[in-house]
Every structure is written in structure tokens, then in C-alpha cells.
């Protein structure tokens, strides 16, 4: 079955910290995957896609297929960056674009 | 460009009425979502549109009906409304094609059923 486990409910850092968000999958095809962020109250926003292989907003996330996992990284946090975070799949073979979200991991960066 | 518009934006009901959520997208895009958000559990997909002219079932499609009127619009039905449906509903729209293409979110519609 597919499935999109982020582990941490929150996490909270101090401000200059590195953070990594946790995302583990589960998914026998070619998945295709991605970082949502929703600020306080607002509407999700595309943050990052494996395969674009991109920094946004100095966030990085790498697809390792052997551990199934696309954690997401940021050497030093700003407070701007508290939110919450969701990792979400989609098959890559299907062109339904269902995506499959995890449950969330709240950032709180701390001043 | 709007992107998605969801109405309405809030709204309260009692146990039993019923209520259409309205979605809107402007990007011409193929499909379109319906989406849940409950604390602790992501989001969840209720039914989507892969096309215009279908539908089809999603994760959690139960007390749920959709119709996509055409192209643009995607609208989700609640026929009798429960306490367990108070959440956040977010609409969403995809172009087509693979190839890592995202969803486009709306705002949300905060319901909440008494």
C-alpha cells in the first residue's frame, strides 16, 4: 500500500539551527515526490519536487530510494520558516496526480 | 490570475442540512481535488476529477458528493452534514501530464457542523 509517514509531529529549533523534517514512503512504482508548506492559516504552497532537484528558500530534500526517504534539510532556520511541512506522493505511472500526504510536522523556530 | 478559489470561506451548520463547497480554478487545468485537512492526519483525499465529464472516489469519499460542472468547476456536496465532517476542505487543481507537475491549493473552507 502507498503510504507517507513523517515521524515528528513537531519540531522545534532555535533560530541558526539546521533542521531536517523527516519523510519516509512507502511505494513499489516510480513515485514522484514533493514538500508542501502551509504558514499560519494560509493555503498549501509547492516548496520543493524530487525531481526538480532545487533549492527553494534554502530547503533541500534528496530522494534516496534505498531508504525510501526525502527528508527535508535546512542548514540554518529563520523564524519566517515556522510552519507546518507535509511530504506527499504521487505516482509517477498514473496521470491522475493523486497525491498521498503524510500527517504533518509543524516547524517552530524559536528567536 | 486567481489561481483556486474556494467559497465559502467559513461556515457553520447543524446536524443535517446540507451545503455545496464551490471551487473555481482559472489555470485551465485537467483535474481537480477535494481534500480534508484534520489535525494529525494530513490531508485526505475525499474525490477527484482526473477530466472534465469524471469523477472518481477517493480515500475518504463517504457522506460526500461531487460534480465537476465543467472545466473550471469542481463543487463538493454535503447531503446531510455530521459533526465528524467539521474540517478544513481545501480544493485543488493539476495541469496535465506527469513529469513532478503539482497541485495548486485554495484557500480553504473552515466548516463546522453543530
Known amino acids: 500500500a502507498q503510504r507517507v509517514t513523517q515521524p515528528e509531529k513537531l519540531l522545534s529549533v532555535f533560530k541558526g539551527a539546521p533542521v531536517e523534517l523527516k519523510c519516509n514512503y512507502s511505494?513499489?512504482?516510480?513515485?514522484?515526490l514533493f514538500w508542501y508548506v502551509q504558514y499560519s492559516r494560509q493555503r498549501l504552497q509547492l516548496l520543493l519536487r524530487?525531481?526538480s532537484r532545487e533549492s527553494i528558500k534554502g530547503f533541500t530534500a534528496d530522494l534516496n530510494k534505498g531508504e525510501t526517504s526525502f527528508h527535508l534539510k535546512k542548514p540554518f532556520a529563520q523564524e519566517e520558516d515556522s510552519a507546518m511541512y507535509y511530504c506527499?506522493?504521487?505516482?509517477?505511472?498514473?496521470?491522475?496526480?493523486?497525491?498521498?500526504f503524510g500527517q504533518g510536522t509543524t516547524l517552530q523556530v524559536k528567536p | 490570475n486567481a489561481g483556486v478559489t474556494q467559497t465559502p470561506k467559513f461556515q457553520v451548520l447543524k446536524t443535517g442540512q446540507s451545503m455545496t463547497l464551490q471551487c473555481a480554478q482559472d489555470?485551465?487545468?485537467?483535474?481537480m481535488y477535494w481534500y480534508r485537512q484534520d489535525p494529525g492526519m494530513g490531508l485526505r483525499l475525499i474525490y477527484y476529477?482526473?477530466?472534465?465529464?469524471?469523477?472518481d472516489k477517493g480515500e475518504v469519499p463517504n457522506g460526500y458528493n461531487v460534480s465537476r460542472l465543467n472545466k473550471r468547476e469542481f463543487s463538493l456536496r454535503l447531503e446531510s452534514a455530521a459533526p465528524s465532517q467539521t474540517s478544513v476542505y481545501f480544493c485543488?487543481?493539476?495541469?496535465?501530464?506527469?513529469?513532478?507537475?503539482?497541485?495548486?491549493f485554495g484557500d480553504g473552507t473552515r466548516l463546522s457542523i453543530l
Open positions: 485543488a487543481s493539476r495541469g496535465a501530464g506527469g513529469g513532478g507537475k503539482p497541485q495548486h
Open positions: 511505494y513499489s512504482g516510480s513515485p514522484e
Open positions: 524530487h525531481i
Open positions: 506527499a506522493l504521487s505516482s509517477g505511472s498514473s496521470n491522475t496526480g493523486k497525491l498521498i
Open positions: 489555470m485551465n487545468h485537467n483535474s
Open positions: 476529477s482526473a477530466s472534465e465529464g469524471t469523477t
